[in-house]
């Protein structure tokens, strides 16, 4: 028997009265509920239903199954590009492939969808008309694509009343076709619009009052697919592929041998700069900071002129705007005659030409950048200028800045030697030679009248240096003798001096960066821009 009082009927009625309230607001709430998931439902089971049901057009348009794009047949259908389509195009029908990059509903009837390939970009319109063959469902369907989607579009090519702004392509697509090959995310980390935005841009929204979203730099690189998708990376890669063709096909011309060397090595092939170490079958070994032996002992194996376009590592920890752990290495090596001078010739006409090629032939990449990071046309002379070193300091002292005569110029020195050489003599591109020989590599051969100057030289362009080259010593005594006073364990080299020992002619070369000098041609900020996928000593990924 319980031992509590039972309820008083004044209690018993409040708390019947309050379970009836809450009981009635329940079911309101549950009613709410249930007519919600009702909708929710029907709508489902509208998308489910085949299209085909309620659609004459349904085949017009979806989305492909995984299994007819795996190479499942081949249709014969001719597909144009994107960026061929002109006024001569006018009332063809053309099969299309791009991304997604913008869609604008207007109506239920009618809708606009940019599509890009590459670097061109076209408008198609979607207007529901039985004569067509497009439905308001169709039209539904595209303005439901996420952006960055791939699409297939097939339609007749239309002249538009008014001049586009918002694409590369004065033609549209009068879209009669369109399907789905692969869906992007509906929320992508970084918007395109906002990735390709110059500075001007972000200005004049400041000014108006409007704020912008500004992608960072790390930002981009941690999604850098989406980032290489921009118009000025589309550019900016290109040119970079350009400049990479002309060195080959340069110096091709003047009967030098492509050859590759090996990454992996037992030693530094580098003074003074960092190495990554790793094991190497149990032995000790690094990655490679230059071709620098294996091309000169090429020479000493009779090629007389080699090039090779391979990676380079280096293992500096320079957080800089112009510096990597990894890069692409321009190296090239051949027989001087006479004098060093012939290598410095050689560099002459190969850069005259790659910047004569650029200027000529890629002015619409030019363009592309020069829209997101404008920058002034690379000025350069027909026959490049030559610099002693010693004149390079005196320029600088006479300009207030003091340098150590027998030291390096800092980065600082050698941006205010640019602008200093360009105000003096008109050109963004010289080269500084007679270097002191503390400042170069131990296989670097000393000046015949003072041994304290070395037969070598330093290309600049904007004032930022892209080239070191010299005479390099080819007698393994003296050899031997400057890799022990620069602190190199000679038996770690001891391959490479002793293939001097054999017979090996006077010979000098030169590496440059391929990243740095499309940054400096285009007067970028950051290497990293010229990099695909760079590496840095914070980055790794992706």
Not at 206 to 235: C, F, H, M, W
Not at 312 to 331: I, K, M, P, Y
Request: charged share 25%; proline share 5%; hydrophobic share 35%.
């Amino acid at each position: 028997m319980s031992s509590e009082p039972p309820p008083t009927a004044a209690g018993g009625l409040a708390a019947d009265l309050s379970a009836a309230t809450i009981s009635k607001k329940q079911q309101k709430k549950d009613a709410r509920k249930a007519e919600k998931a009702e909708k929710a439902a029907q709508r489902q089971q509208q998308q489910q239903q085949p299209a085909d049901a309620e659609d004459p057009f349904a085949a017009n348009y979806g989305d492909v199954p995984v299994e007819e794009i795996q190479s499942k047949a081949i249709s014969g259908r001719s597909w144009t590009k994107i960026g061929d389509l002109d006024d001569s195009a006018a009332g063809r029908t053309v099969l299309i492939r791009g991304a997604t990059q913008a869609i604008r509903p207007v109506s239920k009837e009618m809708a606009f969808v940019v599509l890009r390939q590459s670097m061109s970009t076209v408008q198609c319109v979607l207007v529901a008309s039985a004569d067509a063959s497009v439905s308001t469902q169709m039209v539904r369907f595209a303005t439901a694509l996420s952006k960055e989607s791939i699409v297939d579009v097939e339609g007749v090519v239309s002249l538009p009343k008014e001049p586009l702004k918002a694409t590369t392509q004065q033609v549209e697509i009068q879209v009669r076709k369109i399907y789905c090959i692969n869906r992007a995310i509906p929320t992508l980390p970084i918007n395109l619009e906002d990735a390709a935005r110059s500075e001007a841009e972000f200005e004049k929204a400041e000014q108006a009052g409007e704020k912008l979203v500004r992608v960072g730099q790390d930002t981009r690189l941690n999604y850098r697919t989406i980032d290489l998708r921009t118009p000025a990376n589309q550019a900016i890669f290109r040119i970079q592929c350009q400049v990479e063709n002309k060195f080959r096909e340069f110096l091709l011309s003047k009967d030098f041998v492509g050859i590759h060397t090996p990454k992996l090595i037992s030693g530094s092939s580098e003074g003074g700069a960092a190495v990554f170490k790793l094991l190497y079958n149990g032995q000790p070994a690094c990655l490679a900071q230059s071709p620098q032996l294996y091309k000169q002992m090429a020479i000493c194996g009779g090629y007389e002129r080699v090039f090779e376009v391979g990676p380079v590592f280096r293992a500096e920890n320079s957080n800089t705007h112009r510096h990597l752990c990894e890069f692409v290495g321009l190296d090239a090596e051949m027989e001087i005659k006479e004098h060093y001078f012939e290598v410095c010739d050689i560099i002459d006409g190969l850069f005259v030409s790659i910047f004569k090629h650029l200027t000529e032939n890629c002015k619409k990449e030019l363009e592309t950048i020069n829209r997101q990071y404008p920058f002034e046309p690379l000025q350069y002379l027909e026959k490049t200028l030559k610099l002693t070193y010693e004149e390079g300091i005196q320029m600088l002292k006479e300009a207030g800045t003091e340098i150590e005569p027998m030291g390096d110029l800092n980065t600082e020195s050698e941006k205010k030697l640019g602008r200093l050489v360009k105000e003096k003599y008109g050109t963004d591109f010289f080269i500084l030679y007679r270097y002191p020989l503390g400042v170069r590599p131990f296989y670097t051969m000393p000046c015949y009248d003072n041994p304290a100057y070395t037969n070598s030289f330093d290309v600049f362009i904007r004032g930022e240096e892209i080239i070191s080259g010299a005479q390099r010593i080819h007698t393994p005594e003296l050899l031997a003798k400057r890799a022990t006073e620069c602190g190199i364990d000679v038996s770690t080299i001891s391959a490479y001096i002793e293939s001097f020992s054999y017979g090996a002619p006077p010979h000098g070369g030169f590496g440059v960066g391929l990243e740095r000098v499309v940054m400096l041609f285009c007067a970028l900020n950051n290497i990293r821009k010229t990099s695909m996928f760079p590496r840095d000593p914070q980055r790794l990924v992706p």
